[in-house]
């Protein structure tokens, strides 16, 4: 009904013939009784004319607000923060130096940060800053959490403004960001296999018994199957001690060798062994699969899509079928074995899945011996890489640590248990044979300790392997105890800093300190120099005597040899046993360590500097000294990728640190800390430093997305090529 017929009907009267009853206006805000019975209301006070009439009581909803109304509330929000950042702005001259006023010596540096402004040096960047609210600390031990930071947020919104989605999606999803990010991975194609024969020759009663038919692979000989055998033990063997050596060459490669092979448990494992044992030769002496700038990948062996081993691994997926339900050791090993070939191609969904396998697998052994207790331990410290640095999810095999116990070893050594202040032991390979000691021992010299005697004269090789597990260990108790003291507290408001106290990242620094000062001599190195040797042990060796790159005789070393060098360009030192490896991880995870413990220092010094102390400034300034020349990055580990351990977390590693390094020639607070604190050292090694992480990632982004996702967030800060 249109104005007019509205108005005709309205002076009809109500004795006046009407087709509808009359309704009238709409009131802004009727009360109930009006709204029920659909009739005007006065909106009088406090009762309208027709419940006044009527004698009914008069009630009124509540007004909604209007957008308009939320505007004007969120303006004086706003507007009360304003007043109570300007009231605390000193009135006179703000102190030198952070926190209270005091006197400082000529040499020691001063900030003022009151008159700098914590945001990037162009005036957008200032104005997003001031429309982005700080967020209270809350510590992630991911690294690619630091891009949920809102100073990183406004730089990825300068230089990436078209990804802004992707970050909201990584910030709202977190790992399920990840995980999507490889199942766009092409699976491994399976049309690569070996050529098998029928099996003919004489069985055991067990082979016959089994009733599946045995074959045989042509391209398997004997001295392959040795040759391969040799390659694994030698190489991931020393990184992932969950096999025994004497056992798999006197039972499982004899029977293979002699019977052929068949879906029993002792042909996958020998598979998988070959399999890795291939990638383990190929991954040190293969061909690159590419070149950048003449520079070939440390990425050796096979080609993108086809990884070495390829043949062999594919010869065990499809026996695997038949023992996965097994309630063995076993089953174990091959989940852990598959795990790790998957790792060496940066299939690193696929690593994770057949981790939690060998996880839940661990809980249906009953007896705990010592081989047990190693592949148990190994999914503890894969499992929690895992969950520490892409934040998945854990299976509960934690819970069996204190069930099994510690592999037992001869010789004792000291660990940082999980508060950094008690020592346990661990160790390695304590019954391997004398035969396969003896024989290590004459073709490699390396620092004694890695070498330790047992009781009865053999050596034991246990130090790196007890020194990375304490490591480890200690890595997840110091994140806990960051993420206990940040939850811990009553929430902060948007003002206030809500991270942990400066005492706090100190002991936890002095727990690190610790673990390094708890190592044996021969595995010590300058703080300020990881790419040097370690102290050799004096006896028979000289004090100066570095590692043999031909792992045949000792010979005196040079003062001051490197064990790592930057130069990527030159051909790589081979260190059998993967020498080089072992130490590269310890020293790096060290360095990282630190880094983690510090790097709550920087977030308070991007986003609340006004509240900066001195000792918070010196905090900065060692997150940023630890991060430069890590072992992992140089020459010749850097140049055999496929073996080195959790090769997921090392990309989105590096990539938050070159977004920090990037902040440092920008953000003014950052720019001070690290011109008058960080030392000339931190100059020098500078550039080299971001260079070779970017190298890192520039290599492994042809056959890992995560690092590829890392590159292209990269390319427009440091303007790397396409």
Same mark, same amino acid.
């Given at each position: 009904?249109?104005?007019?017929?509205?108005?005709?009907? +309205?002076?009809?009267?109500?004795?006046?013939?009407?087709?509808?009853?009359?309704?009238?206006?709409?009131?802004?805000?009727?009360?109930?009784?009006?709204?029920?019975?659909?009739?005007?209301?006065?909106?009088?006070?406090?009762?309208?004319?027709?419940?006044?009439?009527?004698?009914?009581?008069?009630?009124?909803?509540?007004?909604?607000?209007?957008?308009?109304?939320?505007?004007?509330?969120?303006?004086?929000?706003?507007?009360?923060?304003?007043? @109570?950042?300007?009231?605390?702005?000193?009135?006179?001259?703000?102190?030198?130096? =952070?926190?209270?006023?005091?006197?400082?010596?000529?040499?020691?540096?001063?900030?003022?940060?009151?008159?700098?402004?914590?945001?990037?040096?162009?005036?957008?960047?200032?104005?997003?800053?001031?429309?982005?609210?700080?967020?209270?600390?809350?510590?992630?031990?991911?690294?690619?959490?630091?891009?949920?930071?809102?100073?990183?947020?406004?730089?990825?919104?300068?230089?990436?403004?078209?990804?802004?989605?992707?970050?909201?999606?990584?910030?709202?999803?977190?790992?399920?960001?990840?995980?999507?990010?490889?199942?766009?991975?092409?699976?491994?194609?399976?049309?690569?296999?070996?050529?098998?024969?029928?099996?003919?020759? *004489?069985?055991?009663?067990?082979?016959?018994?089994?009733? @599946?038919?045995?074959?045989?692979?042509?391209?398997?000989?004997?001295?392959?199957?040795?040759?391969?055998?040799?390659? $694994?033990?030698?190489?991931?063997?020393?990184?992932?001690?969950?096999?025994?050596?004497?056992?798999?060459?006197?039972?499982?490669?004899?029977?293979?060798?002699?019977?052929?092979?068949?879906?029993?448990?002792?042909?996958?494992?020998?598979?998988?062994?070959?399999?890795?044992?291939?990638?383990?030769?190929?991954?040190?002496? @293969?061909?690159?699969?590419?070149? /950048?700038?003449?520079?070939?990948?440390?990425?050796? @062996?096979?080609?993108?899509?086809?990884?070495?081993?390829?043949?062999?691994?594919?010869?065990?997926?499809?026996?695997?079928?038949?023992?996965?339900?097994?309630?063995?050791?076993?089953?174990?090993?091959?989940?852990?074995?598959?795990?790790?070939?998957?790792?060496?191609?940066?299939?690193?969904?696929?690593?994770?899945?057949?981790?939690?396998?060998?996880?839940?697998?661990? /809980?249906?052994?009953?007896?705990?011996?010592?081989?047990?207790?190693?592949?148990?331990?190994?999914?503890?410290? *894969?499992?929690?890489?895992?969950?520490?640095?892409?934040?998945?999810?854990?299976?509960?095999?934690?819970?069996?640590?204190?069930?099994?116990?510690?592999?037992?070893?001869?010789?004792?050594?000291?660990?940082?248990?999980?508060?950094?202040?008690?020592?346990?032991?661990?160790?390695?390979?304590?019954?391997?044979?004398?035969?396969?000691?003896?024989?290590?021992?004459?073709?490699?010299?390396?620092?004694?300790? =890695?070498?330790?005697?047992?009781?009865?004269?053999?050596?034991?090789?246990?130090?790196?392997?007890?020194? +990375?597990?304490?490591?480890?260990?200690?890595?997840?108790?110091?994140?806990?105890?960051? $993420?206990?003291?940040?939850?811990?507290?009553?929430?902060?408001?948007?003002?206030?800093?809500?991270?942990?106290?400066?005492?706090?990242?100190?002991?936890?620094?002095?727990?690190?300190?610790?673990?390094?000062?708890?190592?044996?001599?021969?595995?010590?190195?300058?703080?300020?120099?990881?790419?040097?040797?370690?102290?050799?042990?004096?006896?028979?060796?000289?004090?100066?005597? +570095?590692?043999?790159?031909?792992?045949?005789?000792?010979?005196?070393?040079?003062?001051?040899?490197?064990?790592?060098?930057?130069?990527?360009?030159?051909?790589?030192?081979?260190?059998?046993?993967?020498?080089?490896?072992?130490?590269?991880?310890?020293?790096?995870? /060290? $360095?990282?360590?630190? $880094?983690?413990?510090?790097?709550?220092?920087? /977030?308070?010094?991007?986003?609340?500097?006004?509240?900066?102390?001195?000792?918070?400034?010196?905090?900065?300034?060692?997150?940023?000294?630890?991060?430069?020349?890590?072992?992992?990055? *140089?020459?010749?580990?850097?140049?055999?990728?496929?073996?080195?351990?959790?090769?997921?977390?090392?990309?989105?590693?590096?990539?938050?640190?070159?977004?920090?390094?990037?902040?440092?020639?920008?953000?003014?607070?950052?720019?001070?800390?690290?011109?008058?604190?960080?030392?000339?050292?931190?100059?020098?090694?500078?550039?080299?430093?971001?260079?070779?992480?970017?190298?890192?990632?520039?290599?492994?982004?042809?056959?890992?997305?995560?690092?590829?996702?890392?590159?292209?967030?990269?390319?427009?800060?440091?303007?790397?090529?396409?």
């Amino acid at each position: 009904m249109n104005a007019d017929s509205a108005a005709s009907s +309205a002076s009809s009267g109500p004795g006046g013939p009407t087709s509808r009853a009359h309704r009238g206006a709409i009131a802004s805000q009727a009360c109930e009784t009006c709204r029920s019975r659909k009739q005007k209301c006065d909106e009088a006070r406090p009762r309208c004319g027709l419940c006044k009439r009527i004698n009914l009581e008069c009630v009124y909803r509540e007004p909604q607000p209007t957008k308009k109304d939320k505007t004007l509330v969120e303006i004086l929000d706003r507007l009360k923060s304003l007043e @109570g950042k300007v009231d605390r702005i000193p009135t006179g001259r703000a102190p030198q130096g =952070f926190g209270p006023p005091q006197h400082p010596p000529s040499s020691q540096p001063s900030f003022n940060p009151e008159t700098e402004q914590s945001s990037y040096s162009t005036p957008s960047a200032r104005q997003q800053q001031q429309q982005s609210p700080n967020q209270p600390y809350r510590h992630a031990s991911a690294a690619h959490k630091i891009l949920s930071w809102p100073a990183l947020q406004q730089l990825m919104l300068q230089v990436l403004p078209t990804n802004a989605g992707d970050f909201k999606t990584l910030e709202s999803d977190g790992t399920s960001f990840i995980v999507r990010m490889h199942n766009g991975q092409p699976k491994l194609p399976m049309d690569e296999s070996l050529e098998d024969r029928p099996f003919v020759g *004489m069985q055991t009663q067990a082979t016959r018994n089994s009733g @599946g038919p045995r074959v045989t692979f042509p391209a398997l000989t004997r001295d392959a199957m040795y040759r391969l055998t040799a390659a $694994y033990f030698d190489t991931f063997n020393f990184l992932y001690p969950f096999m025994d050596r004497r056992t798999f060459e006197s039972d499982t490669l004899v029977k293979v060798c002699s019977e052929g092979f068949d879906g029993d448990v002792d042909s996958v494992i020998a598979l998988m062994i070959f399999c890795l044992g291939e990638v383990a030769i190929e991954g040190l002496t @293969g061909d690159p699969i590419g070149e /950048y700038n003449d520079l070939p990948s440390g990425v050796r @062996g096979g080609s993108n899509g086809r990884p070495p081993g390829l043949a062999l691994f594919n010869e065990a997926r499809k026996c695997l079928g038949f023992v996965v339900t097994d309630l063995e050791l076993e089953n174990v090993q091959i989940f852990s074995l598959f795990a790790l070939y998957y790792q060496s191609c940066s299939r690193h969904v696929d690593f994770w899945r057949m981790t939690v396998s060998a996880c839940q697998a661990c /809980y249906i052994l009953v007896t705990w011996g010592d081989l047990i207790r190693r592949a148990v331990w190994h999914c503890i410290a *894969m499992e929690t890489s895992l969950n520490q640095e892409l934040d998945l999810p854990l299976t509960g095999i934690l819970e069996l640590s204190d069930r099994v116990g510690m592999p037992s070893f001869n010789v004792p050594f000291c660990e940082a248990d999980h508060i950094g202040n008690q020592a346990t032991n661990f160790g390695l390979f304590s019954d391997f044979s004398r035969r396969v000691l003896v024989k290590f021992a004459r073709q490699i010299w390396i620092p004694s300790s =890695f070498l330790l005697v047992n009781a009865d004269g053999t050596p034991s090789i246990e130090a790196h392997f007890a020194s +990375a597990l304490a490591l480890r260990r200690l890595c997840a108790s110091m994140n806990a105890q960051i $993420y206990d003291s940040t939850s811990s507290s009553e929430t902060p408001s948007s003002d206030e800093f809500g991270g942990p106290s400066a005492n706090t990242l100190k002991s936890l620094a002095a727990q690190l300190t610790q673990w390094r000062g708890l190592l044996p001599r021969d595995l010590q190195w300058p703080e300020d120099d990881p790419a040097a040797f370690p102290t050799p042990q004096t006896g028979n060796i000289g004090v100066n005597d +570095a590692v043999d790159p031909s792992l045949a005789t000792p010979r005196p070393g040079r003062p001051g040899a490197q064990l790592f060098t930057t130069d990527l360009n030159s051909d790589p030192m081979q260190y059998r046993f993967v020498y080089d490896v072992q130490v590269a991880v310890l020293r790096t995870r /060290y $360095y990282y360590a630190k $880094y983690v413990v510090y790097r709550p220092f920087v /977030y308070k010094a991007l986003h609340f500097p006004e509240q900066m102390t001195q000792e918070d400034a010196q905090g900065v300034a060692e997150c940023l000294r630890s991060c430069l020349k890590w072992p992992l990055t *140089m020459s010749p580990t850097s140049r055999h990728k496929r073996l080195i351990p959790c090769l997921f977390c090392w990309s989105q590693t590096f990539l938050s640190i070159l977004l920090i390094f990037h902040l440092t020639q920008h953000n003014p607070m950052l720019r001070d800390i690290r011109a008058q604190l960080c030392g000339p050292r931190f100059e020098a090694d500078f550039d080299v430093s971001v260079a070779l992480m970017q190298d890192w990632i520039r290599d492994l982004k042809a056959v890992d997305p995560l690092a590829l996702w890392c590159y292209k967030i990269l390319q427009p800060l440091y303007n790397l090529e396409p």
